[in-house]
């Protein structure tokens, strides 16, 4: 798919039928957009750059600010072909940050929002909360 292809998909995602598991910790979830955005966008490294996270956000009160809601923003860097995560709490608080040298990420930017839901932190597109 081309990007605007997957940018016109993404904004038909209002909720989902299922979660599926992409990243590395076994306490994380995806809605079926973040699911799409994976595949199609060949990003599963952005929702395991998200999953690694959640280990050290759920065992440190240093963290509890995230605990109930996470902001994570990937934003590509037209110059250099590289790009910035940046995860935020819930106002705008920027408290990790990640470079990655190069991507081939094809959107300029795109953000997921975590939330836990039972045992799980669910990762969702803001437009499927």
Known sequence: MNVLEIETALQ???G????????T?????ATDGVA??????????????ISSYQPIISRSVQYTAL?????????RNKTTNGAKVVCYDGND???????IPYTDFPLQE?????EPQDK??????????
């Open 12 to 14: 038909n995602f209002t």
């Open 93 to 99: 608080n920027a408290v990790f940050s990640q470079r």
């Open 67 to 75: 605990w109930d809601f996470q902001v994570w923003k990937l934003t």
């Open 16 to 23: 989902t039928e299922g979660y599926h598991k992409l990243g």
């Open 36 to 49: 799409f955005l994976a595949k199609e966008a060949n990003a599963y490294w952005f929702t395991d750059i």
């Open 25 to 29: 910790s076994s306490i994380v979830v």
């Open 110 to 114: 795109i953000t997921i929002w975590v």
């Open 120 to 129: 799980y932190m669910v990762m969702y597109l803001p437009s499927e909360h």
